[in-house]
């Protein structure tokens, strides 16, 4: 059965102190890799589609990868603004499988 | 930008009465969704609908609960005898291409209490 962990389920940074989220999936021929953001009271909201290994993303401090077994969200220097849960999500034949997220306080 | 929109945003029911959620997924999307989420869990898959069908659906969505798209807009959940353990936020999603090759947009869900 496809499945998604994600790691750490929790996180606290000082504003500026770097980090990486983990997600890693087993699934039977990956078709994407999606990461959302989710605020609290909020419908996720997307972010990335990665499709292949080797591809990266980037928003403003944000920085997708991905390999044959997991994706990296980076976040560079982040700011107070960027706490929310983080979730990715691998798609099924018709439907898409989120992990339990990771929640990201940043501390100013 | 355009956007998933979820009617009501807060629906308190109490224990056995019928309840419809309703969403209107962005216009030119094909592909439509349900997700709950209870308080501080995951995202859970319930449904997926294309072309006036359902595509996929979980194990919690048993008989009590029931999709519709009435016209060309809406897309309703029904659950027709709420229960204690129904209480959580339900998602609306719709994505333009099927099996993973465009993303899902959410919209901002409508919470559900059950008393």
């Known amino acids: 059965e496809d499945q998604v962990t994600q790691s750490p389920e929790a996180l606290r940074l000082q504003e500026g102190e770097s980090s990486s989220l983990n997600c890693s999936y087993t699934?039977?021929?990956?078709?994407?890799l999606f990461w959302y953001r989710q605020d609290p009271g909020k419908g996720p909201e997307f972010l990335f589609t990665?499709?292949?290994a080797g591809e990266e993303k980037e928003k403003e401090r944000l920085k997708a990868t991905l390999t044959k077994k997991e994706s990296f969200l980076h976040i560079t220097a982040p700011k107070p603004e960027d706490s929310a849960t983080y979730l990715c999500?691998?798609?099924?034949?018709?439907?898409?499988?989120f992990g339990t997220g990771t929640r990201l306080k940043v501390l100013a | 930008e355009p956007e998933v929109t979820q009617t009501p945003s807060h629906q308190v029911t109490q224990m056995g009465q019928e309840v419809i959620l309703r969403c209107v997924p962005i216009s030119n999307h094909l592909y439509f969704y349900w997700y709950r989420q209870i308080l501080g869990q995951k995202v859970e898959f319930l449904v997926s609908f294309y072309n006036n069908e359902i595509s996929e659906k979980s194990e919690i969505f048993d008989d009590q609960f029931s999709v519709e798209r009435p016209d060309g807009s809406n897309f309703t959940l029904k659950i027709r005898s709420t229960k204690l353990e129904d209480s959580a936020m339900y998602f609306c999603?719709?994505?333009?291409?099927?099996?993973?090759?465009?993303?899902?947009?959410f919209g901002n869900g409508t919470r559900l209490t059950v008393t």
């Open positions: 699934v039977s021929g990956l078709r994407g």
């Open positions: 999500a691998v798609p099924g034949t018709y439907k898409y499988i």
């Open positions: 990665l499709y292949s």
């Open positions: 999603a719709s994505s333009e291409l099927g099996q993973g090759n465009s993303p899902l947009h």
